[in-house]
């Protein structure tokens, strides 16, 4: 994949974009750039591991849904983040041609990507990047949410029919159970390939299921300014 030409796409539908060498390139150019303000945050594997929960809250007030205060629940949370001036989030799959589709599961997340904040930032991992917009909706659907439905230990078809096995290698790999690690185990499962995940999507009817709706952007929405910022090498699901 030629980052440059998703760069170049990405581009034309209205959107800046910086391709970061690492995690920490990234997360510095965040912290300069976003300052003095409020940041919301829409569920992210990637957001988490680059740790901006903390790094922002250095000079912002940080609202993160999957981590209230005490006294708020994820509800009042994600309801304060659609209020902020900036909203952060990854995608589950970008195109060559620079759609970007994501799945939800409470609708926050999409939410905050379309309307209400001054400024959108994505932060996505090259591995995510790539391909139709046909094979970036299989990507997420059968790759992103299966792996997703793993790392929340979510009794879902797609998590069950192998959580035994991944479960297993995990234990032999890392000498512990995933529920002692849940970073070992979220970067685990990041680094399987499509063969090794051995899943997919069975558009479960399960209490947990975590997919209710797809959204692609097929170009920037013209209601705020709108950054990608693309990290060399794998980051999320
Ligand atoms: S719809 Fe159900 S089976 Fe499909 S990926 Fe989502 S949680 Fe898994």
């Known amino acids: 994949m030629n980052l440059d030409t998703v760069k170049s796409n990405l581009e034309k539908k209205g959107y800046t974009v910086f391709i970061f060498d690492t995690e920490q390139d990234a997360v510095s150019y965040l912290k300069s750039t976003i300052s003095g303000t409020d940041v919301g945050f829409g569920g992210s594997q990637t957001l988490t591991d680059l740790d901006l929960r903390h790094v922002l809250a250095e000079n912002n007030k940080v609202i993160v849904p999957d981590f209230p205060e005490e006294g708020e629940s994820f509800r009042s949370t994600a309801d304060k983040c659609l209020d902020t001036e900036v909203f952060l989030l990854s995608a589950n799959a970008v195109t060559e041609a620079g759609e970007i ?10 939410a905050g990507s379309l309307y209400g904040h001054k400024r959108v930032i994505y932060v996505i991992g090259e591995n ?9 909706i299989r990507r997420a659907r059968n790759i992103a949410a299966p792996k997703n439905a793993l790392g929340l230990y979510r009794r879902t078809p797609c998590a069950m029919a192998v959580v035994e096995e991944l479960s297993r290698r ?46 692609v952007h097929w170009q920037k929405p013209s209601s705020a300014k709108a950054e ?10």
């Open 101 to 110: 589709v994501n799945i939800d599961g409470t609708g926050n997340r999409l």
């Open 128 to 136: 995510k990047i790539g391909g139709t917009l046909e094979e970036a």
């Open 170 to 215: 995990f234990r032999e790999q890392y000498q512990k159970d995933p529920e002692e690690d849940q970073l070992a185990w979220q970067d685990f499962l990041r680094d399987l390939s499509e063969e090794e995940l051995n899943t997919h999507c069975y558009d479960c009817k399960s209490p947990g299921r975590i997919c209710a709706s797809l959204l």
């Open 228 to 237: 990608v910022i693309i990290l060399k090498g794998k980051a999320g699901f």
